[in-house]
């Protein structure tokens, strides 16, 4: 099969797609999926590089979310509630490529409303984002919520989900085409440049001097936004897309009261596993029901082959919403989109 295989560590740009892959073993608890689109994921980029925290021995293939439809003609675990041909989404090491051997337990039915490339983001950058909102920072409908990196994978369902539950946005991007797009499809409330100096007061003025209550964060830059919090703020710490770890003065925190917060969605599986069904149900409650609209997928669809290209893209902030890869069309779907 087809997969994009990393054999040494290294930027993952100047990879090409190894045809010949041997398909995925498949385990006694595990499911055979075809898959059809999968999500771009900045850790992506760092995981070929050896710079992130899961690091699979060479040679390995990488990608984690994808959507799909499970293989026919392969086993399937006693009281697995598929069948082959189901829609599924889920997430597993290895998702680029043509097929992926995954835990029954990693994967869900794929709403009908959805097409593969809306269900290939959600398994990781949602529960991501609701969990980190309402599990992490307690948010409250009526607050203001700052999002930075908002036009981004996690940043995009962040504004989705915080105005579904009922908070003010205010969506920080790098560029007007960026705020445009959040402003668009995210419904943000108002938007700020923050590559602009200063961008701190026009949060101030929007929220009438009080500050934000929760600032979500994947950028790495929570110093920055804590001039804008209000007192008793949360601040979550979501990820470092702008390549640094940050370090916060503690100052601050002790000053306006504040509580930073982190959220590292891939510890729930090995920590608190029980807790993972809640948080799909609840943001898949809000998709079903119409309440959040679809995920919003960037424009241009990468096949395998191109897919360097892709992660290129959003390491180079070109890309907004979910970076997708199209690893195999279906013409159904289309009608959809
Ligand atoms: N904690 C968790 O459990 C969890 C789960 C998933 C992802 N994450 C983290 O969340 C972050 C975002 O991931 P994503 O996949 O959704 O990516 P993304 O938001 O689609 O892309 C990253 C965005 O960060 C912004 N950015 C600011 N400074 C940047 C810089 N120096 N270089 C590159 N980008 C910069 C860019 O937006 P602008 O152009 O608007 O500045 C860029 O589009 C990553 O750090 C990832 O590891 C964390």
Not at 216 to 223: E, F, Q
Not at 304 to 316: I, R, T, V
């Amino acid at each position: 099969m087809k997969a994009f295989v990393i054999r040494e560590l290294g930027h993952p740009s100047n990879i090409t797609v190894t045809a010949d892959w041997p398909e995925p073993k498949l385990g006694k608890t595990q499911i055979m999926v075809d898959v059809y689109s999968a999500g771009l994921n900045f850790y992506d980029i760092l995981q070929a590089q050896g710079r992130y925290q899961v690091k699979p021995p060479l040679p390995f293939v990488l990608g984690s979310e994808f959507a799909g439809k499970v293989s026919h003609g392969f086993s399937l675990p006693a009281g697995c509630p598929f069948k082959a041909g189901d829609r599924v989404f889920g997430a597993t090491a290895g998702s680029y490529a043509e097929k992926v051997a995954v835990e029954v337990s990693a994967v869900l039915p794929l709403p009908d409303t959805l097409t593969f490339d809306q269900g290939a983001g959600l398994y990781v950058t949602w529960p991501t984002s609701y969990e980190a909102l309402v599990g992490r920072a307690n948010l409250q409908a009526g607050e203001w919520v700052l999002v930075t990196a908002a036009a981004g994978g996690v940043g995009l369902a962040a504004v989705q989900l915080a105005k579904a539950l009922g908070a003010k946005v205010i969506a920080a991007a790098g560029s007007q085409n960026k705020l445009d797009i959040v402003k668009k499809y995210g419904g943000a409330d108002y938007t700020v440049n923050y590559t602009k100096p200063g961008w701190q007061k026009e949060v101030l003025e929007i929220t009438k001097g009080k500050g934000v209550d929760v600032i979500y964060d994947p950028v790495g830059m929570i110093t920055d936004c804590l001039k804008c919090i209000a007192w008793k703020g949360r601040a979550i710490v979501v990820g470092f897309a702008a390549g640094t770890v940050e370090k916060v003065p503690m100052n601050l925190v002790l000053l306006k009261n504040i509580s930073l917060v982190g959220i590292f969605w891939g510890g729930y599986s090995v920590r608190e596993p029980g807790h993972i069904p809640s948080v799909h149900k609840a943001f898949l409650d809000l998709l079903i029901s119409g309440r959040v609209s679809p995920p919003v997928v960037y424009q241009e669809r990468f096949t395998l082959d191109k897919l360097s290209d892709g992660l290129k893209a959003l390491e180079g902030r070109q890309t907004w919403g979910k970076a997708v890869v199209r690893v195999k069309d279906e013409p159904a779907e289309k009608a959809k989109l």
